[in-house]
């Protein structure tokens, strides 16, 4: 599957919501299942990303969300949290903001990064602490601040602080919450019919993506939180009702379940890692890989020979032009991003290195492929 950038992606989504909110742009496409004039009906509008939550694991399950659901739609490349929620902000594709993945390299700072924590991927103290901004790397200005609404963010209270949530945030107003109970009160409060202006909220739940990680996407433990989530959200609609809310619920991307036998360890392949200069960045499921001058050949003849049926490879290059992070002219920084080389992993694979330090990686379900599972989110609307 490939992503959708011209009418029923992510992306467009957000161009439809950013211009029924006033603002002007982007140059996407809205999207082709909510037009922007719906949005501009309603006096507020609560966004709802609901992390990890793929179209096909709520389209199998009934329940007060899929009874809303009105259509299918695709995330971005890759489907990720880092690249998915940073579209969500500043309502441009990876191709704008280059924000590529969990592990990404900063040219600008000479490391490998965990870039939602902002630190290195090594460990160590917050970025931040040396004077830096997540502002300063990503080239895509805050959606936030360029809507002719009020703006708040409903952030869980050990995220609402953090570096990435002030940069992309803006000049929006933050507010931490604890638990589901609390995230709807706090949302239904913002939203009653006392606001004296129009208000749009963005509103973030994590705990599915966390569990279905440690879990699996199939495990009893999702599909209890699950059960939980989707009982909130009916609670959450009825808080609304009367309000002139358009509540949009919408996921970052899906997950697929993996095996031991699909995992691909880079320490089982010391000439593949003798190619590299870093290490690999992106997903598990999408990694890029940096090269050491003069190995080119070695490298593609290495993966041609022993890896064509756990990856294809791809000069990343291609994949940026032939618009896999979206369409227009890339951001400078996208090359520095992707490295030399992209490994798209097939069926349910990945692959992984490891630092000294870094435990073992023990994930079971996991994203950031081009499956169907991964790329396929939910678009679901309510009007209360």
């Not at 009906?41 to 609901?50: E, I, K, P, T």
């Not at 441009?92 to 600008?108: D, K, S």
């Not at 409060?189 to 208000?199: E, K, Q, T, V």
């Not at 879990?215 to 609670?235: K, M, N, T, W, Y």
Request: aromatic share 8%.
């Amino acid at each position: 599957m490939r992503p959708d950038y011209e009418g029923g992606g992510l992306v467009n989504l957000m161009v439809s919501l950013a211009r029924g909110l006033g603002a002007q742009g982007p140059p996407y496409a809205p999207c082709a299942s909510l037009a922007p004039a719906e949005v501009a009906g309603a006096r507020h509008v609560l966004l709802l990303l609901l992390d990890g939550l793929g179209y096909e694991f709520l389209a199998a399950r009934g329940g007060a969300l899929a009874a809303h659901l009105r259509a299918r739609m695709s995330s971005v490349f890759p489907p990720t949290t880092a690249a998915a929620v940073t579209t969500v902000l500043t309502a441009t594709a990876p191709q704008r903001h280059a924000v590529t993945g969990w592990f990404q390299y900063l040219r600008e700072l000479g490391l490998v990064s965990a870039f939602l924590p902002f630190r290195a991927r090594w460990g160590g103290p917050p970025l931040e602490r040396a004077g830096l901004s997540v502002a300063d790397l990503v080239p895509a200005p805050p959606l936030l601040d360029r809507l002719d609404a009020e703006a708040w963010c409903l952030l869980p209270a050990d995220l609402v602080d953090s570096a990435y949530s002030r940069a992309l945030a803006g000049t929006a107003h933050r507010a931490g919450y604890r638990g589901l109970d609390d995230l709807v009160a706090r949302a239904a409060h913002l939203l009653d019919g006392s606001a004296p202006r129009r208000r749009f909220v963005y509103a973030y739940w994590p705990e599915l993506d966390r569990l279905a990680h440690i879990h699996g996407i199939g495990a009893p433990a999702v599909q209890s939180h699950f059960e939980l989530l989707d009982a909130a959200f009916a609670r959450l609609l009825a808080a609304l009702r009367g309000s002139d809310t358009l509540v949009v619920a919408i996921a970052d991307h899906g997950f697929v379940d993996i095996g031991p036998g699909d995992v691909v360890r880079l320490e089982d392949h010391p000439q593949l890692a003798e190619c590299l200069r870093l290490p690999l960045c992106g997903e598990p499921r999408t990694a890029y890989c940096y090269l050491r001058p003069g190995m080119v050949r070695r490298f593609e003849r290495y993966v041609a020979e022993r890896l064509s049926a756990e990856c294809d490879l791809h000069p990343s290059s291609d994949l940026v032009a032939a618009g896999w992070f979206g369409p227009g002219e890339p951001a400078p920084a996208l090359a520095e991003r992707v490295g030399d080389y992209v490994l798209r992993m097939k069926g349910n694979r990945v692959i992984k290195d490891r630092l000294p330090g870094e435990p073992e990686f023990r994930q079971i379900g996991v994203h950031g492929g081009s499956s169907a599972a991964e790329l396929s989110i939910p678009l679901v609307l309510a009007q209360c």
